[in-house]
């Protein structure tokens, strides 16, 4: 079974930068993907990017717009997400996800992650 554990949230104003932080263990993460999703209140859970554990690809949503990078470090089987430039759109609760069957065109789809942390609060201020 994989455990996730986010943490790294927090209020910033906007413009500013926060790094989420995503501790995996359970079990190798070889063939996985993990991602970032958020949700902000009265909206949707929505997919923000991914990584293949193995490749190091990367997939990202088309509103980031290039403000965030997803990054793995296989010693510490951690998960990152750089948010640089936070708009107050942003705020939402972001969760850490793992698939362990990723087909690159569904990495994006919601449904395919087994596997969910408790999700922390990030907060834009105007």
């Known amino acids: 079974q994989v455990q996730l554990v986010e943490s790294g949230g927090g209020l910033v104003q906007a413009g500013g930068s926060l790094r989420l932080s995503c501790a995996a263990s359970?079990?190798?993460?070889?063939?996985?993907?993990l991602a970032w999703f958020r949700q902000a209140p009265g909206k949707e859970r929505e997919f923000v990017a991914a990584i293949r554990w193995s490749s190091g690809n990367t997939y990202y949503a088309d509103s980031i717009e290039g403000r965030f990078t997803i990054s793995r470090d296989k010693a510490k089987n951690t998960v990152y997400l750089q948010m640089n430039s936070l708009k107050p759109e942003d705020t939402a609760v972001y969760y850490c996800?793992?698939?362990?069957?990723?087909?690159?065109?569904?990495?994006?789809?919601?449904?395919?992650?087994?596997?969910w942390g408790q999700g922390t609060q990030v907060t834009v201020s105007s």
């Open positions: 359970g079990r190798s993460f070889i063939n996985y993907a």
């Open positions: 996800a793992a698939a362990g069957r990723a087909i690159q065109s569904m990495i994006r789809a919601m449904t395919i992650y087994d596997s």
